[in-house]
């Protein structure tokens, strides 16, 4: 990885930071987007000790489209090129909330977010050469069947449907960024990490609370969670592998309704229209 910069987003804690780490001690020169500027350079210390490398914190807040595009004009500004995207920041709420821009916040945050910031930092990372986009989903996006008439859930919400549905948009805009960057050099795939021990679900109240904060200590450990991320990002085995679906740094398939172009075309249009490129 010796001269390729990488960008990970939720890089200041959990599966993005040992994900940073992983990429920085493999020569990699890497950044991390962190929503507190404070946790972001304190991740970057334990980084800079654990790799003896230097890892530059970019500040950025993903729970809006207005810091979704600041974020990116931060990006090309500190980073001249772009050759490895992970788009690994995510959350799970357990009450509906909505963004500033009025979405669902899981469907905000776990893939109108990415799905922007991977669109307007595009050209760089193309320009760049053998580029990788990673984005990081999760074995429940099987569950998540879309409801194109209900995106947002304002019929009837479920954290964990919400959540569920999140992964599967990243999926599916995994598999149709892929074919449209056939021919540009560059790719993109999707991952399951693992079922890991992170503060993804800290916040969550009530029982789902409870039991997610009972079995923590018995979930994977961070780094053994990024190491898909890594794999995707770094190993010459995947080089012009492209919008495929691991689970232990292997290839899945993924479910009859995620292999359906119409759904995946359908999600990116729609996602154009929300965030604005369109």
Known sequence: MDGRV?????????????????????GADVSIVSR????????AARIKAATGRRVQVIPGDLGSLA???ALAERVHDALPRLHVLVNNAGLLATERRETPD??????????????????????????SGTARVVNVSSALYARGALD?????????????????????????????LARRLEGRGATANSLHPGVVRTGLADDAKGLVGRGMRLVKPLLTSPAKGARTSIHLAASHDVATVSGAYFVNC?????TRYARKPEHARLLWTVSERLTGLI
């Open 6 to 26: 990488c960008l990970v987003t939720g890089g200041n804690a959990g599966i993005g930071e040992a994900t940073a780490a992983g990429l920085a001690r493999q």
């Open 36 to 43: 507190d500027a404070a946790r972001g350079e304190a991740a």
């Open 67 to 69: 810091g979704v595009r």
């Open 102 to 127: 009025g979405f669902e916040l899981t469907f905000g945050v776990n893939h109108l977010a990415p799905f922007l910031l991977t669109n307007l930092l595009l050209d760089r990372l193309v320009e």
């Open 148 to 176: 194109f008439e209900d995106l947002q859930m304002e019929k009837g919400f479920d954290g964990f449907k919400a959540y569920a549905r999140s992964k599967m948009c990243n999926v599916l805009f995994t598999r149709e």
């Open 250 to 254: 292997k290839p899945r398939k993924v």
